[in-house]
């Protein structure tokens, strides 16, 4: 358990934007594929955890690797 991962835990403490509602092509603002730093500003806590996401240290997330960090932000209460 990285401290980027603790940075994660506490900004989900913190907001309670509903990660569900998150749409890759909404924060890929300038539609090229990737999301950036930049982008990912508007993501509670993505900024922070972004190195362990960042799978392929390219700078950007993809789709698979945004989805990623969303499947881990968004609040565990699905299915019970
Ligand atoms: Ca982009
Ligand atoms: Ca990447």
């Not at 989900?12 to 990912?40: Q, R, Y």
């Amino acid at each position: 358990m990285s401290k980027e991962y603790l940075a994660l835990l506490a900004a989900m403490a913190l907001t309670s934007l509903a990660f569900a509602d998150i749409e890759f092509a909404d924060v890929d603002a300038d539609k090229d594929g990737f999301v950036s730093v930049e982008e990912s500003a508007a993501i509670p806590g993505l900024k922070e955890a972004w190195t362990d996401f960042d799978e392929d240290a390219d700078g950007q997330l993809n789709e698979e690797e945004f989805t990623n960090y969303i499947d881990v932000a968004e609040p565990a209460d699905r299915g019970g």
